[in-house]
């Protein structure tokens, strides 16, 4: 059975960079300029994933994302990995969304997209790092839902899903009928780098934009958007106590090392 | 859905998870929690417990500190069934409308928190190492701590008007209570009515794996962190734990580098241990890798970059080029007193 797949991606700061973020103590907004974006890593293997099932059972993979206007570039970049089709939600009644309203939009603009029978997701973003959104994206649309994904092998033509769910310890094997959101982890597998080929047939591929009306049509009421439609909040920012005085152990290598295990040695750590 | 008045706290609940009829640790460390809170504020704490069999862990919440327990027993239940446990968890919100709902954030809890947030429609919020109680617009509102996103920022949560509010609490980060054999408190056992759309997804299978098992256990832990691969990968990290007499772990782009495994990973979405002695090598130090070893008694972070964030949390450090470093600790490490 060929599956119609929408694949959620996020656009995030590059994580080597994260230091130079900064947060608005007054409003709570995270400053990101001057830091390089990039596309979610473990997003990137929830659209791998994608790609692999259309080869197997055929279909089509729709990517989507939640952003502004420079987050087309992450759609671009999954189209010429091979994704079919791109979608954007954009639009400034988006901005300041906790996980509630994030996907509240995000469930609006799937039904704007069209029909679908698997919603893809990274397990977690790198920089909220909640992991709420694939189980809230579920509610929202009235699906099931298996998060923390390392595996997915599909029975009975590919109606229903047979995954490998990490769970401390070891895993859960669970079995789930579509249509359904499945998070995957990273290990689900290794993904594909674009191509000369995929990058030329990239920009031939539509990438469609749903706003706040767009979202509205869908049956979303615009106070469910955004900073709106969050019922958290950022309450302030301190430095938490150190607990630790750090001593820095100077000289070269050789001294240094001698120095460490001394100290550990003498402090009965080892 | 839910719309009680924010100013209610008279009731917390806490989600106790239970694995094979044992309570997870995490939930008698957030039962602590739910209990200091509700003392100032003279609420009462509800634990709800879903399972096959229930009996000793409710008891054992009891004794721990719940005032009434919830045990919603069903064969069926054995296993983590996401849709069934979402259900019969707002089902007890509804019904017992608590200000407060604290979950341990398991990969389990990470699943059914945001989904009976969104149920309900209120706000959650994830991985806290803290909550507490404050005055805010006068009325007393709980406060979620959670790390920010470098060296030692925390970022403060709030929920101002919708209830409950809801958390999940990182695993480790808080101490238990000591339990009182003599307390008293209401046991609710019941069997929850389910049909087909409660198994929608269904787990029909625990399988044990091997590995990261003795990382909570171990006296040391030595952690590479992505920095540590220019210096020689997993080899060496294995060589100086095997000098230190410890085991291995390692940060997430370590993981993702696949140079540690996924089971093995410290901090946020991993492990947190607290060994004696915890040495990171070549990780710059992202909080939501170093609470996963903020307890550990001694930490020593080695990093080519003197100003990571993960000398902020260290007890020692030596900032240098790990492939003179490493060499020269394993050798100081082999070396007889």
Known sequence: MPLRILVCIKQVPEPEQFD?????????????????????????????????????????????????????????????????????????????????????????????????DLVLCGNESVDGATGQVPAQLAEALGWPRVTFARKIEWVQDGRIARVEREIEGGILRVEVGLPAVI???????????????????????EIAEVGCSGCECAGLVAAAMGLGGSPTRVAGIFQSHRKRQVEMIGGDAKEAARALVARLREMDAL | MMHSNPDSMKE??????????????????????????????GARVSAVVIGEDCSVCAAELVAHGAD???????ARLHLYQADAFTAILCRIIVETRPGLVLLGATSVGADLAPAAAARLATGLTAHCTDVHVEQIDGRAQPVMTVPGWRGSMMVKIVC???????????????????????????IVTFEPALGDGDFRARALEWVPEAGGGELEQAKVVVSGGFG?????????????????????????????AGWVPESRLIG????????????????????HYTTGFAKSKI????????????FDVADFGIAGDLREVLPALVEELRRKT
């Open chain 2, 160 to 186: 101002p008007e919708k209830r409950p509010v809801m958390a999940t609490i990182r695993p480790g980060v808080m101490d238990r209570g000591v339990p009182d054999a003599s307390r008293r408190g209401q």
């Open chain 2, 299 to 310: 930490v020593v972070a080695v990093d080519r970059n003197p100003k990571a964030p993960v």
């Open chain 1, 20 to 116: 130079r973020m900064t947060l608005d103590p007054a409003t709570g907004s995270i400053d990101r300029a001057g830091i390089a974006p990039v596309t979610n890593a473990v997003d990137r293997h929830a659209l791998e994933e994608a790609l692999r099932i259309r080869e197997a059972l055929g279909g089509a993979v729709t990517v989507l994302t939640m952003g502004p206007p420079q987050a087309r570039k992450c759609l671009e970049d999954a189209l010429a990995m091979g994704a079919d089709r791109g979608v954007l939600l954009c639009d400034t009644a988006f901005a300041g969304a906790d996980t509630l309203a994030t996907s509240a939009v995000l469930a609006a603009g799937i039904r704007s997209a069209g029909e679908f």
């Open chain 2, 268 to 287: 946020q979405s991993g492990r947190t241990v607290s060994p004696d002695l915890f040495i990171s090598v070549g990780a710059s130090g992202a909080p």
């Open chain 1, 183 to 205: 998070a995957v982890v990273k290990r689900i597998n290794r993904y594909r780098l674009p191509t000369i080929f995929g990058i030329l047939e990239a920009g031939k591929k």
């Open chain 2, 68 to 74: 009434r327990v919830f045990a919603a027993q069903d």
């Open chain 2, 12 to 41: 917390i609940l806490v989600w106790a998870e239970q694995r094979d009829g044992r309570l997870m640790p995490v939930a008698l460390e957030i039962l602590r929690k739910a209990r200091e809170l509700a003392g100032p504020l």
């Open chain 2, 228 to 256: 540590f691969y220019e210096a020689g990968g997993t080899a060496l990290l294995e060589e100086l734990a095997l000098a230190a007499g410890g085991v291995t772990a390692g940060s997430r782009p370590a993981c993702d």
